[in-house]
C-alpha cells in the first residue's frame, strides 16, 4: 500500500542500472561545486576547453569562460558513429489518420543543415536574432537548431499567445526573421496560425518571413544538407526565451552556450537516467522552457529518441496520451501536474487496459504536485514500480535544479527533493530555515540566466536585490522536512501557473486596464481542482452597458493582449476594490475570498466595505 507522507525508494532493478546510485556524490559535489561541474563538462565536446571554470562578479558570473562550444555539435558530431543511424525525433501528429514521422540522427542532421543554410541565405549571422512562431510540428525543434548552428539566437514564442504577445517580443528581440507556419490541428481543428502573424509583424523589424506549410515540403527542402557548426564562446547567447514576470511587460531571459549545454546534457542523463534504448516523451510544446530543455536539446545530446506530440493527450479519446506510450514503448514520461489531474478525472478504467511495460521512470514539472496525484501517478501509470522524479525549475534556470534522482530517492509525495549536486540553495527568511523563501547561493548553476534582454536593471531587481547581489531569488515560497526535502509551494510574487503555464497576473491587468471603458482591475489566481490555479478578474465598471457585454469585452482584450491561456474562470464587475490608505488594491483579500482562509483585520483598509459587497457579488 502506498500513502502519503511516506518515502519511496526506487527498485533494486532500476536501482542496478541507474546512473547514479551512490549518494556520495552529494558529498563530493558540496565539497567543491565549481570542481564537480567542470568534471561534468569535460565530458561534452569542445572545440576548445575553457580557461576558467566560473567567474563571478556580482550580480554576473559566466561558466567555463574562454571554452568554445556549439550544442549541435554535441548532438550530431559528439558519437556521431554510434548515433547516426538511431532514431532522433519521432512526431505524432494530432490526426489518427495522418502518418507519424521519424527521424534518425542522420536525417535530422540533413534537415537542420538545410535549414541552416536557408537562414544563411538570407543573411542570418551569428548573434542575430530569430524569432520563430510554430505549432508542435518537426520544422519547429529544426529551426531551432538550425539557429543553434550558425550561431544564430532564436527566441521562439509559444504558438498559442496571440498577434500582439508575439509583437511584443519579436520588437523586443530586434529580430529581423521569423519563423512562422500555415497552421496546425488543435482537436480536430485547423488553425490558422499565419492570419496572426501579418499584423504582428507590423511595427518589428522583421524582413523576412520563412512559412512552414504544415502539409508540405520544408521551405529549405533543396538547400544544400552540410552546413559546418560555428565556434561559440562558452558565454555567448544560446538563446532568448521570455516569460511572465511581476510587471506587466515579459522579460527574456538570456541563457549561455556553455553552461546551457552542459546543465541540458547532465540533468538528462542523471534526473531522466537516459539510457541509448530510452524513449523519451516530455508533454511540453518548445513555445516553453521545458519544451527548449526536454523535448529538444537534453535528449537530443544524450543520443536518445524525443517524441513530440502535436495535440493535447486527451483528443480524440481520453487515453490517446495512453495510446502513445503504448504505441511507441515510451520509457521515461514528463508531463505536469494538470494533465495528471486530468487523466485521474477521465477514471482508472480507462487505462487499466494499459500495462505500460517498457514505462521506467516519470518526471513532473511546472507547478506543485498535491500527494493525491502523484500517488495515482505512481500507482496507475507507474505500476508501482517507477520511480517519479518531482522536478523544480523555471525559465530562468534554464535546466532542472532541485528533484530526488531516480537511482537514489528518497520520492515524498508532493515534495521535490534535494538540489541537484552541486547547487547550493537554502529557504530565508522563516522559521529554522524551514519555511520561507527559496534562493540559490553561489556558484548558483551553470545555466541560470545571465540576464534579461536590454534590461540590466530589471535582471538586478528582480533577481538580485531581495538578498543582495551574490543570492538568486527564486520568487517561490518552500518548506523542508526533516530529511531536508523540499516542498516548493508556490510564487511569491504576482506569477500564477495556470494548467502548468506561466502566466502574469499584472500583464492581464495591463491588457484588460487598455479597454477604454475601463478604469481598474485586479487579477488573482484561485485553486482549481484540475488547473492547479485559474485567474479570476475584477473589473470597476461604473458604466451603463449590460454587464455580459463588458464581460465579453474583458475576455477579448486578454484574448488580444496574451491569448487562450489565460482567459479568465470569472469575471466579476464591481464598484469598488479594496485598498490600502494609501491606495494599493489588496489582491490577497480578494483571493482569499476564494480559498476560505480568514481575511484578517479590514479595519486598515480605506474602504473595507468594498469586501462585503465583493463578497455578495460572489456568493450571492
Ligand atoms: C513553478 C517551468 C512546484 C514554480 C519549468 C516556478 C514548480 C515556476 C515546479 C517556473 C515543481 C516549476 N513544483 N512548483 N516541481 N516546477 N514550478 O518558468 O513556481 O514556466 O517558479 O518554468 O513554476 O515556471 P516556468
Avoid at 552546413?227 to 547567447?237: G, I, N, P, Q
Avoid at 546551457?260 to 542523471?270: E, L, M, N
Wanted: aromatic letters at 12%; proline letters at 6%; charged letters at 25%.
Amino acid at each position: 500500500m502506498i500513502k502519503r507522507g511516506e518515502l519511496y525508494y526506487p527498485t533494486e532493478e532500476f536501482k542496478k542500472n541507474a546512473w547514479v546510485s551512490d549518494p556520495k556524490i552529494y558529498k563530493e559535489a558540496a565539497k567543491d561545486p565549481v570542481k564537480f561541474w567542470e568534471k561534468l563538462a569535460k565530458d561534452l565536446f569542445w572545440f576548445k576547453l575553457w580557461k576558467k571554470g566560473f567567474i563571478h562578479k556580482p550580480p554576473n558570473f559566466q561558466w567555463f569562460a574562454g571554452g568554445k562550444i556549439n550544442i549541435t555539435a554535441n548532438i550530431f558530431e559528439k558519437d556521431w558513429v554510434v548515433k547516426k543511424d538511431k532514431i532522433a525525433l519521432i512526431w505524432e501528429p494530432e490526426s489518427l489518420n495522418e502518418k507519424s514521422k521519424v527521424f534518425t540522427y542522420q536525417e535530422l542532421f540533413k534537415e537542420v543543415c538545410k535549414c541552416a543554410n536557408h537562414l544563411k541565405g538570407l543573411g542570418v549571422k551569428k548573434g542575430d536574432r530569430v524569432g520563430i512562431y510554430l505549432p508542435m510540428i518537426p520544422e519547429v525543434v529544426i529551426a531551432m537548431l538550425a539557429c543553434a548552428r550558425i550561431g544564430a539566437v532564436h527566441s521562439v514564442v509559444f504558438s498559442a499567445f496571440s498577434p500582439n504577445a508575439l509583437k511584443v517580443r519579436l520588437q523586443d528581440t530586434g529580430a529581423k526573421v521569423l519563423i512562422t507556419a500555415d497552421s496546425y490541428y488543435r482537436r480536430g481543428q485547423l488553425i490558422n496560425l499565419f492570419k496572426n502573424v501579418e499584423e504582428s509583424i507590423k511595427g518589428t523589424k522583421v524582413k523576412k518571413l520563412i512559412v512552414v506549410e504544415r502539409s508540405n515540403k520544408a521551405p529549405w527542402h533543396k538547400e544544400d544538407d552540410f552546413c559546418k557548426a560555428v565556434f561559440m564562446d562558452s558565454e555567448d547567447l544560446q538563446f532568448i526565451l521570455y516569460t511572465s514576470g511581476s510587471t506587466g511587460k515579459p522579460k527574456g531571459c538570456m541563457h549561455a552556450c556553455g553552461g546551457y549545454s552542459v546543465q541540458a546534457y547532465w540533468t538528462g542523463r542523471y534526473i531522466f537516467d537516459f539510457h541509448e534504448d530510452d524513449v523519451f516523451w516530455c508533454t511540453s510544446d518548445p513555445g516553453w522552457i521545458t519544451g527548449h530543455t526536454y523535448t529538444i536539446y537534453s535528449p537530443l545530446m544524450n543520443g536518445i529518441a524525443t517524441l513530440m506530440f502535436e495535440g493535447v493527450p486527451d483528443f480524440p479519446t481520453p487515453d490517446r496520451w495512453a495510446q502513445i506510450i503504448e504505441k511507441y514503448g515510451v520509457t521515461v514520461f514528463y508531463t505536469a501536474p494538470t494533465a495528471i489531474r486530468m487523466f485521474e478525472k477521465y477514471g482508472e478504467d480507462i487505462i487499466k487496459k494499459y500495462q505500460f511495460k517498457k514505462l521506467r521512470l516519470l518526471g513532473t514539472v511546472g507547478e506543485p504536485i498535491d500527494e493525491s496525484a502523484w500517488l495515482w501517478y505512481y500507482k496507475n501509470v507507474g505500476k508501482e514500480k517507477c520511480p517519479i522524479v518531482d522536478t523544480w525549475w523555471q525559465t530562468e534556470t534554464g535546466g532542472i535544479l532541485l528533484t530526488s534522482l531516480p537511482g537514489l530517492g528518497p520520492f515524498k509525495p508532493a515534495f521535490t527533493g534535494l538540489p541537484f549536486p552541486g547547487v547550493k540553495t537554502e529557504i530565508r527568511d522563516g522559521q529554522n530555515g524551514k519555511h520561507g523563501n527559496l534562493v540559490i547561493l553561489p556558484p548558483f548553476a551553470p545555466s541560470l540566466l545571465r540576464g534579461i534582454y536590454h534590461n540590466p536593471e530589471k535582471y538586478l531587481e528582480t533577481y538580485w536585490s531581495q538578498y543582495g547581489k551574490k543570492v538568486y531569488f527564486t520568487s517561490d515560497g518552500a518548506i523542508m522536512d526533516e530529511h531536508g526535502l523540499i516542498r516548493v509551494i508556490g510564487r511569491v510574487d504576482d506569477v500564477i501557473k495556470v494548467a502548468g503555464h506561466r502566466i502574469s497576473t499584472g500583464e492581464m491587468e495591463a491588457a484588460v486596464n487598455d479597454h477604454p471603458e475601463i478604469s481598474e482591475c485586479a487579477v488573482v489566481g484561485i485553486p482549481d481542482k484540475i488547473k492547479g490555479e485559474v485567474p479570476v478578474t475584477f473589473v470597476i465598471y461604473k458604466g451603463a452597458r449590460p454587464v455580459e457585454e463588458i464581460k465579453r469585452e474583458v475576455i477579448a482584450q486578454i484574448q488580444k493582449g496574451i491569448g487562450p491561456i489565460a482567459l479568465p474562470k470569472e469575471i466579476y464587475l464591481v464598484e469598488d476594490l479594496p485598498k490600502t490608505r494609501s491606495g494599493k488594491i489588496m489582491r490577497r483579500i480578494l483571493r482569499k475570498l476564494f480559498t476560505g482562509e480568514e481575511l484578517g483585520d479590514l479595519s486598515t483598509l480605506a474602504n473595507p466595505e468594498s469586501v462585503d459587497k465583493i463578497k455578495k457579488l460572489i456568493y450571492g
